[in-house]
């Protein structure tokens, strides 16, 4: 099912200048719950993986279970995407296929899962592994139900955090004038898309962090994998048409988190990869509110 985000109720580069030019395309995932084969883009379900390839595992010593976890836990899938879905991905040469898990206990400090990314061709899987590790015992959180995806490509602008402060300034005087009579505010509404997503702006919770790769290179925005597909303020305008009419007075849990994961406090982990090194290392930070 194609799921359209309704289109931007005010145009926000004609009336703030400073903008012009500075929209960007992110590919909204859409994730919903659904039954995905190792053959299609997924979040949370079965990877495309070689039967001769060793899973792999988290061997971290923060596993917050004193009861004797041991250091290896297998990694869960979180997000599967194919080539042919999402070109927009910057795949290294010779591959097609974008495999993310993460470790599915909760680390101390922070709660935050490492993560395992692999790139890889998937012309050359030709004995798929069938029975891959069961997932450990544990919170819920990181244990993302299986969702099939609907990419749909929108264009955003940036985040209100990554704007400078007098245009911010215009921007809040605009929201609480007469001519705004509808209410809409720049950040739930007409800057960055929320939800699960590959590319463009990032919807940064807290002050933007920039990363870079061990040589040194700044690194771009991969994807972000989301808690929450909106809120409560950003369910007005990025709720997909096809759903509004599910929209009430209390969040809909098939519409708000459909993989039913909890990163922190509703927070989102944003992966960001490097375009220069050509074996696209990727790093990863979360944020929650
Ligand atoms: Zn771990
Ligand atoms: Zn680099």
């Known amino acids: 099912m194609g799921l359209t985000t309704p289109v931007a109720p005010v145009d926000v580069a004609a009336l703030f200048p400073e903008l ?17 084969t190792a053959a299609d883009s997924s979040m949370g ?25 041991g250091g290896r836990v297998a990694m869960v899938p979180i997000l599967q995407i ?46 798929v592994l069938v029975d891959a590790p069961a997932p450990i015992e544990s919170d819920t959180d990181f244990l993302p139900s299986p969702c099939s995806l609907s990419p749909e490509r929108v264009e955003e602008y940036q985040s209100v955090w990554e704007l400078p402060a007098r245009l911010t300034k215009k921007i809040w005087e605009w929201e609480s004038s007469p001519d705004n009579p509808e209410g809409w505010e720049y950040q739930s509404h007409l800057s960055t ?32 994998i989301a808690s929450w597909e909106h809120d409560a303020g ?24 459909p993989a039913d994961i909890m990163i922190g406090d509703a927070g989102s982990m944003y992966l960001f990869t490097c375009l220069e090194c050509p074996d696209r290392p990727v790093e990863s930070i979360s944020q929650c509110s």
């Open 20 to 36: 012009a030019g500075q929209s960007r395309t992110t590919v909204r995932l859409h994730p919903r719950r659904g039954a995905p």
């Open 45 to 69: 379900g079965p990877l495309l993986w070689p039967a001769d390839e060793p899973w792999p595992h988290c061997e971290a010593r923060q596993h917050d279970d004193p009861s004797g976890l």
């Open 82 to 127: 194919y080539q042919r879905d999402i070109p927009e991905l910057p795949f290294p040469t010779g591959t097609d296929l974008c495999q993310v898990l993460w470790c599915p206990v909760p680390h101390e400090p922070d709660y935050v899962p490492p993560l395992h990314v692999t790139w890889r061709d998937s012309r050359l899987v030709t004995d």
């Open 193 to 224: 898309a929320s939800g699960t997503k590959v590319g463009g702006w990032v919807d940064w919770i807290q002050d933007p962090y920039p990363m870079e790769c061990d040589h040194g290179h700044e690194m771009q925005h991969l994807l972000t």
């Open 234 to 257: 950003s369910c007005r305008r990025w709720t997909p048409l096809e759903e509004q009419h599910l929209l009430g007075p209390y969040q809909v849990p098939e519409l708000l988190e």
